[in-house]
Each structure stands twice: as C-alpha cells, then as structure tokens.
DNA sequence: GGTGCTTACGCAGCACGTAATAATC
DNA sequence: GATTATTACGTGCTGCGTAAGCACC
C-alpha cells in the first residue's frame, strides 16, 4: 500500500488508462503496468479490468479510500514545513461564497489597519476545495459557511486534522418572491414549506433540509453556481425558495425578494475559520482578529 | 513523507531511543538512523533532538499526524481485503462498556437464534479502541455509546472512512445517592446541578457536559474505569452524581441510587454501530439485525 | 571507557526504461 | 493494423547490514 503506488492507481482509475496515466505522471506506460501489478499483487486482488480499464469491485473500494489517504499525507506535510516555515506576510485566505459576511468583511478591514504590511488574497471555492487549500497550504486560512443548529459545528468533509472553529452565526431567512402568499408573514416554520418547490443550490442543499425536518422540499432549479446575486434573482423570479443569511438578502424593505425569519427549527447561518498549524505572525494575529 | 519512515518515526519517539526501535522493528541501529535522516532531509527540518532523543516542535507536530495516517492507511488495507474476502462465521463484535444495552443485547440474541452457525465473541474498549479495531478489521462490527442530543451523531475520533449508523436512542437519567436533596423531584434541569460535584468518567466526561450546559460540573472523584457496578457504588457513596442510560441503573425502586430523568437539554444515551465494508454474508445480517 | 548515534562502504534487491510480445478493437 | 497492456531484460539507484567513527555520559 504504498502512496506511490496508490497515486498511480488513482491516476489510471481517473483516465481509464495505464498510457494517460503514464503521460500524465511522466513515467512509461511499462512502469505504470508494472507498478499496478505490484499493487495488485501486494493485496492479493485484481484491481481493474483491463479493456476498457474500469476499477473492479474492489478497486472502487480502494479507491474511496485513496483519494482522503492520500491528501491527508499532503495535508501532514504542508503543516509541519507550515509550522516550522518563517512568519508569512503574503497571507491567502479561502472561502466559501457566503463566508464572507458584513462582520467578517469588517474584521479584515480591521485586520489589515491594524498591520499596515499585512498583504491578503482571498480566494473562493466550494466547501471541499477549501478544506483541501487549507490542509495543503495552498491557503493559510479558510473560511466556510453552512446551515447548522445554534452553536452546532458545521459538518464538513474530514480533509484531516485542522482546527474548526466557529467564528459567526447569523440569522436564517427564508427568501420568498414578493408576491408569495406568505411573504408577508413575520416568521414562518420550515415545516410549513415542505410542500414549496426549493432552488438547489450548494448555499442551501435540500438534502440538508430533509435531514433537518424530514420529507419534502421538492426541488425546483439545480443551480449548481454559488454568487448570491444570481439567487435572489432566481428566487424573485419564482424559480424556488431558499434560505440564506439576512445580511445576503438586498435592499431591505423594498424589492422583489423578502426575507421572513425562520422561527422553527432554530437554524442560524454559521461560517467557521479553518487552519493548520499557526505559529506565531500574521497568519496567527489574522486569525486572532477574525474570530473576533 | 514515505509511510515506512513515518512509523520508524513514530516508534523511535515512542522509545526516546533509536537502538530500541530498531530492536523492535528488526532493524539495525544503522538503518534506524538512515530512515531518520531520510525523513528529516526529506521534510528540511530536524525532527528529533539528539542525546536525549526528543521530538522537537516540528517534530511533535508531525508525531500528531503520524499516528492517524498510519491507522488510516491499515485501515484502508484492511477495508479493501474484507470487502473482497470471502464471509466469516465467526464474528467479533468490538463494543464500549454500556454499548451493549437490553435493546442491543436482545438483537443479538435474536441473531444468533436466525443463525444457528454464528458465533460471536464480544470484546470491550474505549471508544478510540473499538473504532480502531473496526478500521483495522480486528472486529468486524463496533458498538460505541455516548451522550447527544436527540438524533444527533455522536462525536468519534475519526478512525478514518467507516459507516457509524445510530441504532439506539435511550433516555439518560441523573444518577443521585438515594439521600440526596433533590432524588424525589420527578425531573431535573443539568443547569440546576452545575454546582454540584460530580464523578469524572469515561461513559460521562464532565467537558462534554459543560460543552453541552456551561461552567460548572466540578469534579469529585476521577474514575479511570468503566463497568456501571462500580459507578453506581460510587454514586451511592456520595462521591459524585454522574448521567446513565436509564437501563444501567440497578432496581428500579428501592437501593441507594436514585434515577432522576433529565428534563432539560433534552439529552440522550446513544449508540451506534460501527463499519467497514460489509459484503453480503454473517456480518452484514447481523448488522442489519442490530440495526432493528 | 561505555553506550549510542552517525558515517563509510559494499552488496543485494528493486523499480525504472527499452524493446519485444500479446491481446483487443 | 493500430492501439494498448504485458512480459523480458538490462541498468542505475536505493536501502540495508557490517564495521569503523565520533560524541556525550
């Protein structure tokens, strides 16, 4: 099971072929047959069918495995030289779409008047991508958002061993056309909503809801993008509802989108700071300041 | 960041010495030393202090890493061989000390009457065990119980990728020495009992009760042990209170211990089922019968 | 001076590339 | 017959053990 041998697995699995793997890799299509058969033969099993190249069974086991093994050994790495490497001023910061709200915002402004040298590059991705930044290094700090009960942790993806802490919880609004029969409501349960048609979105997954509240939530528009502006749109449109947090919701009073709080279940729109290993310097005094 | 030297690594710290890990590993001192030196030009950074053999910081950090990379990588080993071996008759069932419950116990009983060919053999640990035993394929189905709340999973230590399913949901009561001011009421608030002294155990941390409540929950007496027996005599001493699924409690009406169901936060003895890759076969029917 | 880590050196095994072979479309 | 995986074989490198060296107790 050597990670070497993993990394070409995973590599052959992905092209569906031991020659674009090969090319991919910078070895001989010989090596890579060679070094599947070693891995074959370590575990006494057959890990894909050649012609066309597909895992087997057991080989798409394995390979659920492989991809989390081998980015926590990357993950591992990129701490320690992190921890031991000298105090970064060129700090990059990933988040998520909504993790940066009107107090996080402010707190970097904060930040950055505090230590005039201090340079920053915020990056934005979905959830998985920024656990991953982070555990690598690509990023210094991560910042993601999600819909959890208050005080709960958010439930994300274990890209290994980095500390999650929750840094802001904000009120959850359901976002309805202004025209919705209950847009006019001063807080609404979500059970009562079951039956609406939903946007999918990956700021406010149905899947999430049901789990919350149980059946219902019927899907109306997959929106597999993550900018707010295009949401509210939507739902002003009469594409579906969703949920997201007041300060993402335009224009209070006015406009085609109102917001009604959400009185049942309590639900708060939680965003929670994510790093490494932060020896003392700007990445730490960063931190410091956005928790708060 | 080669596996094989990461666990030279870690045994090496373990010993504080390199002779003794080579002994344990079947090496020579010489070749400890190499893989050391490798590893430590590999990553640029010193990873032991010499003479006395210490990790340095850097080293530490990495030490933190190790441990769980090398369980997770048998574990995806383990994963991938049980998935494709051929199923077993004989099956060991790892579980925590108040896992094994009426309900379950029952379920197991039911199994082995379905299945006259089973046998079973049950092995108890603490819960970083019996989730390492499962990864690894030392036990081919876990039971670990805990404290949440309703519906809520229980926190494990991640022992990499497994299937932890809750299977069930008892009410947890405040263990009172039958003399005790409060053992008439019909329910107690936990925040009403922050200032009383409590036992410090493995089946009820008092961090997760102040995770869960707040301050508070001093600690009496600090137990290291976990068979209910010997909780309970320790309640009844006036040692300390300490929460326990209502089955753990020994007759019902009289004896020195009193039950007090826990009114608020809502609160619950919680168990799930723990594993790996399950083919068709003895371990997947008695899952399922487990599951109910 | 002894214990214990490091360095030097030689050897064995292994993993790669080249090239020939076999199998599938 | 073209493409693609496997097998055969030669080579260079890596990693081990033996043994000498060196540092700290």
Redesign the pocket.
């Known amino acids: 099971m ?1 990670p ?1 041998l993993l990394a ?1 697995f995973v590599a ?1 699995a992905r092209h ?5 793997a ?1 090319a991919e890799l ?13 891995l074959e033969a370590d575990l006494g099993l057959v890990l ?1 069918s ?4 597909e895992p087997t069974p057991a080989g798409a086991r394995l390979l659920e495995h492989a991809g989390p093994l081998l980015l926590r050994l990357r993950a591992a790495r990129a701490d320690v030289l992190r921890a031991a490497a000298p105090p970064r001023h060129r700090l990059r910061l990933a988040a998520t779409a909504l993790a940066v709200n009107p107090v996080l915002a402010a707190r970097l402004a904060l930040a950055r008047a505090e230590q005039p040298r201090l340079e920053v590059s915020l990056h934005i991705g979905d959830r998985a991508r920024i656990g991953a930044m982070v555990a690598e290094g690509e990023a210094d700090l991560g910042l993601a958002d999600g819909i959890a009960a208050p005080s709960d942790p958010l439930r994300l993806p274990d890209t290994g061993p980095m500390t999650a802490a929750g840094v802001t919880e904000a009120a959850l609004v359901v976002a309805l056309p202004a025209g919705h029969p209950l847009a006019g409501r001063a807080s609404l349960r979500l059970a009562d909503l079951a039956d609406a048609r939903w946007l999918q979105t990956p700021l406010c997954p149905l899947e999430r809801l049901r789990d919350l509240v149980g059946e219902g939530f019927r899907a109306g528009l997959d929106y597999q993008g993550d900018d707010v502006y295009t949401v509210v749109n939507l739902v002003a449109a009469g594409h579906g509802l969703t949920l997201l947090p007041v300060s993402a919701l335009p224009g209070a009073s006015a406009g085609p989108v109102r917001g009604v709080a959400l009185a049942f279940p309590r639900l708060v729109h939680r965003v929670e700071l994510l790093h490494g290993a932060l020896p003392p310097g700007p990445a730490a005094d960063l931190a410091r300041v956005l928790s708060g």
């Open positions: 050597d070497h070409t052959v569906g072929s031991f020659s674009a090969a910078g070895y001989t299509q010989s090596a890579i047959s060679q070094q599947i058969a070693a894909l050649r012609r066309p190249v």
